[in-house]
């Protein structure tokens, strides 16, 4: 049976969100080890203008809007996926980090060079 793709049906911001805190968790720069183990602590960067940068990727201001919007926090961590810290930062459970969010591509734009 193949797996289902976004089996706790998360809406388009929630997805944009976890896909940007998985890339931050994978950063040492905004990411840290968390108390519990498989966990990550991670703080959102504060984006201005139409894009920045997370290590070798640009993402557009408008893929991040929801890394400032404490409802999208809620609904995550509703679903396990986060423990909220807003607006520090939260802390990336296993379960978050592991989960296919099939935007990586989508709004992770990296050059070729």
């Given at each position: 049976?193949?797996?289902?793709?976004?089996?706790?049906?998360?809406?388009?911001?929630?997805?944009?969100?976890?896909?940007?805190?998985?890339?931050?968790?994978?950063?040492?720069?905004?990411?840290?080890?968390?108390?519990?183990?498989?966990?990550?602590?991670?703080?959102?960067?504060?984006?201005?203008?139409?894009?920045?940068?997370?290590?070798?990727?640009?993402?557009?201001?408008?893929?991040?809007?929801?890394?400032?919007?404490?409802?999208?926090?809620?609904?995550?961590?509703?679903?396990?996926?986060?423990?909220?810290?807003?607006?520090?930062?939260?802390?990336?459970?296993?379960?978050?980090?592991?989960?296919?969010?099939?935007l990586h591509e989508t709004?992770?734009?990296?050059?070729?060079?």
């Open positions: 049976m193949p797996i289902k793709r976004n089996p706790l049906r998360l809406n388009p911001l929630q997805l944009k969100t976890l896909t940007l805190f998985q890339e931050l968790a994978r950063l040492g720069e905004y990411s840290g080890p968390g108390k519990e183990p498989g966990t990550i602590v991670v703080r959102p960067p504060d984006p201005h203008g139409d894009h920045f940068h997370l290590g070798d990727a640009v993402v557009a201001t408008r893929d991040a809007s929801g890394l400032h919007n404490p409802a999208v926090w809620v609904a995550l961590e509703r679903k396990g996926l986060i423990r909220s810290m807003y607006p520090d930062g939260v802390v990336l459970t296993s379960a978050g980090f592991d989960y296919e969010t099939g709004i992770l734009h990296k050059s070729a060079h």
